[in-house]
């Protein structure tokens, strides 16, 4: 099948709403600690460095890459951002979800430009088998931003391998830097929010949605039914396994459907599911939320 290169598919150089930094820098905000002191106390973020015990790690990815991790003693105390991670593996110590945290609240909305957005990396399992018919049947409803990012970058065969997953990896579009809150402005120019993502450690990107008044259509799977208690979702119909993590599959005619539901809903209906979600989201405003690291 040639590759389907939609008109609404965006290139931007954002580096994703989970990024180790931008989690980083909300939870030294959060809980008033300066760079340096994290280093005193080795709170641990992100990929793991095999020399060195820590007395906390926050294990913000996931995915097979990190087993060492998840099987031996290298921390004191660990955390984890959603159950999901929390029921993936067998640990040794029994690690504490502390989820993922949204950085803006906005009020809930009636309006919106288009209705359905996703924005994802290059990350295989954020582009399962069957999104291209989705795409294609969307078509101009449906506004896709990839992610200039590849966490998998030490291993360029991964880029390549979800570049071929992507039916509309925009080889030939125009690239835009996006701050984090031009990135909530644009969550919340679309009616829904439309993941088609397989897996992930939180997966972020349906919250963000969720704080900016934009309800999200999700996998009915964890991590997303951790915090999607206000959207719609659609069923997974089985997993298959990468080198890297697995990956929930889903029939794309079941996400279409899902999708017409989404696109006749009524005004008031609309606005009491943005209303939900942005209570929802209030939970998980990052003040709140990454000050529990040092319980």
Known sequence: M???IPLRAVHTSYKGAASIENVKSDIIEATGAA?????IDNLYFGYPDFQRYY?????ILDGYYYEDMH?????????????AVLERYKWRVTPRVVPHAVRF?????????????????????????GSDVVIKQLGNNFLVYTVDFN?????RSVEEYATKLNP??????????????????????????LSLSGNGAFEMTPLEAMASGTPPITLDVKPFTEYNNCGLTFHATGVYRTPYTDIYLYDPMEVVEVAKYAMGMGKEEYYDMSSRC????????????????FD
């Not at 760079?35 to 280093?39: F, K, L, P, Q, Y």
């Not at 099987?71 to 159950?83: A, I, L, R, T």
């Not at 509309?168 to 929010?193: D, E, G, M």
């Not at 942005?278 to 690291?293: C, G, I, P, S």
């Open 2 to 4: 040639p590759l389907l």
């Open 35 to 39: 760079r340096d002191v994290w280093a």
């Open 55 to 59: 007395q906390r790690c926050y294990i």
């Open 71 to 83: 099987e031996d003693e290298y921390c004191g105390k660990v955390y984890v951002p959603s159950q």
């Open 105 to 129: 609240l906005l009020p809930p909305k009636h309006d919106y430009k288009v209705p359905f957005l996703y924005v994802a990396g290059l990350a295989p399992r954020k582009y399962p088998p």
């Open 151 to 155: 966490p998998y970058e030490a291993d």
């Open 168 to 193: 509309y990896y925009p080889v030939n579009t125009k690239a835009y830097t996006l701050s984090r809150f031009q990135l909530y402005k644009l969550y919340r120019s679309a009616k829904f929010y």
């Open 278 to 293: 942005v209570q929802t989201a209030k939970r998980y405003y990052f003040l709140n939320v990454y000050k529990h690291l």
